[in-house]
């Protein structure tokens, strides 16, 4: 069964920066397609950031592109994302999700194409 688990969440500035962790168990780390996604309260759970399943290509959702970046240690089967200059409008739930995948270039911005998904690390931002 995959289990995933995310954290480095936290309180930060306006302006500052934080990684956070996604560690994958129970599958094959690199046959899967990994992404982000976040959610408010009242929202729906929104795309942040993807990559296929050997990390080339990458896609980011406008509102984070070239201030997040998605990568992945597969020797580690953990994922990460590193997020730059961020916003109070970055403020939410971050969630890690995996698919597993047989091209070695498909990612998937779509929460319904994920169907393993952790339990999600707290980001606020700070204004």
């Known amino acids: 069964q995959v289990h995933l688990v995310e954290s480095g969440g936290g309180l930060v500035q306006a302006g500052g920066s934080l990684r956070l962790s996604c560690a994958a168990s129970?599958?094959?780390?690199?046959?899967?397609?990994m992404a982000w996604f976040r959610q408010t309260p009242g929202k729906e759970r929104e795309f942040v950031a993807a990559?296929?399943?050997?990390?080339?290509?990458?896609f980011y959702a406008d509102s984070v592109k070239g201030r997040f970046t998605i990568s992945s240690d597969n020797a580690k089967s953990t994922m990460f994302l590193q997020m730059n200059s961020l916003k109070p409008e970055d403020t939410a739930t971050y969630y890690c999700a995996a698919t597993h995948e047989w091209s070695d270039s498909k990612y998937y911005s779509r929460d319904n194409d994920y169907n393993a998904w952790g339990q999600g690390t707290q980001v606020t931002v700070s204004s």
């Open positions: 990559s296929s399943r050997t990390g080339v290509p990458t």
């Open positions: 129970g599958l094959s780390f690199c046959e899967y397609a």
